[in-house]
Nanobody, 124 residues
Framework: VQLVESGGGLVQSGGSLRLSCAAS????????MGWLRQAPGKEREFVAH???????YYLDSVKGRFTISRDNAKTTVYLQMNNLKPEDTAVYYC???????????????????WGQGTQVTVSS
């Protein structure tokens, strides 16, 4: 599975961005997909997950502001980010589970395939 993110950029506090992650592979619909982020000097942090079964899971601090979605026909997963805050500034990574129909509640270690990352900067 190869992943390519796009959609990052600079936005003012309160603004919105939509990240996209295009995935290769014929079994995209069977993979759980996630978005994680890493701010300078901080550890990588889970943000959102879209399960192969349709479930979603979010970091508490982004609930109600961020929405993860997927289009299996386009093998693409999205992260719609609204009401952005300066603390959302980070490099955002798209990731795919280590195998199809993988089950785990460890939202940092379940992913095996990673994109190159896209920078999101929120100015105050």
């Amino acid at each position: 599975v190869q992943l390519v993110e796009s959609g990052g950029g600079l936005v003012q506090s309160g603004g919105s961005l939509r990240l996209s992650c295009a995935a290769s592979g014929r079994t995209f619909s069977a993979y759980g997909m996630g978005w994680l982020r890493q701010a300078p000097g901080k550890e990588r942090e889970f943000v959102a997950h879209s399960g192969w079964s349709g479930s979603t899971y979010y970091l508490d601090s982004v609930k109600g502001r961020f929405t993860i979605s997927r289009d299996n026909a386009k093998t693409t997963v999205y992260l719609q980010m609204n009401n952005l805050k300066p603390e959302d500034t980070a490099v955002y990574y798209c990731a795919a589970d280590r195998s199809p129909r993988y089950s785990s509640t460890d939202y940092l270690r379940r992913y095996y395939f990673w994109g190159q990352g896209t920078q999101v900067t929120v100015s105050s």
